[in-house]
């Protein structure tokens, strides 16, 4: 089996491709990619999520490593991926590595890695592992074990909660949140961002505790898997509601009468509060699969915008090169200046409730100004799952042949990733998933909200 990375990291079934001996596989592969790290001999991070064996497999991928003469730093406990990203920076290591498969199913689990400086390791650096897994036909894993390991010092445990609440502390303005009397509700998805905010400001918790199985749904932060939090919010007790994913990377936010915020309205929303309200400044960055929106914003502020392939890695790589204000995707990850090149839904949320405390507004109060100013803009992304990777070829081939949509002519095609059908009032684009066994099919029009029908038209046209 070849081991590939995808949009983020390498993601596979748990007992089927994601063994315990392919992760020592690429662990091994990854040791001796990076022996000429000029950070190495300082060591590096490994983290785990909430999922099934997650703590097991962070165990043998440290045993790995430091079998091969690295000091492995290990969480004692469960943490977000944030947390390995900052932790890698922060305390000047080579890298970091977190055992996850953040948003997919729990039958799922993945191996994601973090570059020095606390953001998403470039394609680059990743396709140097994988040439590394091709050449090798057989590895040396060493003998010690991981008791050994550990009594030696070799693996050391690190407190990653711990780290990361605190810096929390430093870059939030918390005590403004606390004296708002904001009424917040969280939903961690039985995810790792579990008992964060919690010791922070006031909140009501749900679905915080382990569960590897997620209640059955994944942990993936869009409307379809948030009915709880939402008729929670219909009560009226709340005035925000936030969601972060398996992995606390990703963020979902629910306005004060329990209707979903899209994503690419939480990123317009920060991004006008950044520029505002905290008067920082900066280029923007965004996904390919992003709104519009965002360009008008930036038109408005005079604000260098960068699109780039979808996958937070290129966000992150440009956020190191760039003055980057702030980076974000589709998907709901969102990467500020002030704190890490990386998502990060924790600090998101508590960046949210600041919002809310700092402007005194309501959640939909805001969202109306911003369409107030720029206008409506309507998004929607469906998912398909197809049978092969060439079937999703012969799709995207399709749909790069096809003059119109829904009666919307096509005025001009984007290849950046995927295929990108462009109208006069809108787009559509079609792509493969980077983690999933899926085909992505995202819309947006402007003005009027004609997405159902771009999506209906071009499902009949796939027959799918």
């Not at 509601?241 to 990123?267: C, L």
């Not at 939909?364 to 409506?376: F, P, Q, V």
Request: with cysteine; charged share 25%; proline share 2%.
């Amino acid at each position: 089996m070849a081991i590939k990375f995808g949009t983020d990291g390498w993601r596979a079934v748990i007992a089927d491709e994601f063994t315990f001996e392919n992760l020592k596989k690429l662990s091994k592969a990854t040791a001796i990619a990076f022996e000429k790290h000029p950070k190495l001999k300082n060591g590096i991070v490994i983290g785990y999520d909430t999922r099934f064996l997650s703590q097991e497999f962070a165990e043998c991928a440290a045993g790995v490593f430091a079998n091969h003469g690295i000091k492995v730093y290990l969480t004692d406990s469960f943490v977000t991926t944030p947390t390995v990203s900052l932790l890698s920076r922060d305390k000047n290591l080579a890298y970091g590595v977190m055992i996850t498969s953040s948003h997919n199913p729990a039958k799922y689990n993945g191996f994601k890695l973090k570059d020095e400086f606390g953001g998403s390791m470039g394609p680059k650096n990743l396709v140097v592992i994988e040439k590394e897994l091709e050449n090798s036909a057989e590895f040396d894993y060493g003998t010690r074990t991981f008791s050994e390991l550990l009594e030696v010092g070799d693996i050391q445990y690190i407190k990653g909660r711990e780290y990361y609440i605190n810096t929390l502390k430093e870059k939030i303005e918390t005590d403004r949140i606390k004296d708002s009397g904001l009424r917040i509700i969280y939903d961690a998805m039985f995810g790792s961002g579990q008992g964060m905010m919690d010791g922070l400001i006031n909140i009501t918790a749900i679905r915080s505790e382990v569960n590897p199985s997620f209640g059955g749904a994944s942990p993936e932060p869009v409307a379809k898997n948030l009915s709880l939090i939402s008729s929670e919010m219909k009560s009226g007790k709340y005035d925000i509601g936030i969601v972060t994913d398996g992995d606390a990377d990703r963020i979902a936010v629910f306005e004060e009468n329990g209707e979903f915020v899209d994503a690419q309205k939480t990123f317009a929303l920060l991004l006008t509060y950044m520029l505002e309200e905290k008067k920082m400044t900066g280029g923007v960055v965004r996904g390919f699969s992003s709104s519009e929106l965002i360009k008008k914003i930036c038109d408005n502020y005079g604000i260098k915008l960068y699109t780039v392939p979808i996958g937070f890695k290129y966000i992150s790589e440009l956020m190191i090169k760039e003055d980057i204000l702030i980076g974000a995707e589709e998907s709901g990850g969102i990467g500020l200046k002030h704190h890490l090149p990386e998502r990060d839904g924790i600090f998101n949320g508590m960046m949210f409730a600041e919002m809310l405390a700092v402007k005194k507004k309501k959640m939909s109060d805001l969202i109306a100004g911003i369409e107030e100013k720029y206008g409506k803009f309507y998004y929607k992304r469906i998912d398909q799952h197809l049978s092969s990777n060439e079937l999703k070829s012969e799709l995207i081939e399709l749909a790069s042949k096809l003059k119109e949509v829904a009666g919307l002519k096509v005025i001009g095609i984007d290849n950046l990733d995927g295929c990108k059908l462009l109208f006069d009032s809108g787009w559509l684009l079609v792509r493969a998933s980077g983690t999933e066994p899926l085909l992505r099919i995202y819309t947006e029009t402007f003005g009027v909200n004609k997405t159902d029908d771009i999506l209906k038209d071009i499902l009949q046209k796939f027959k799918l």
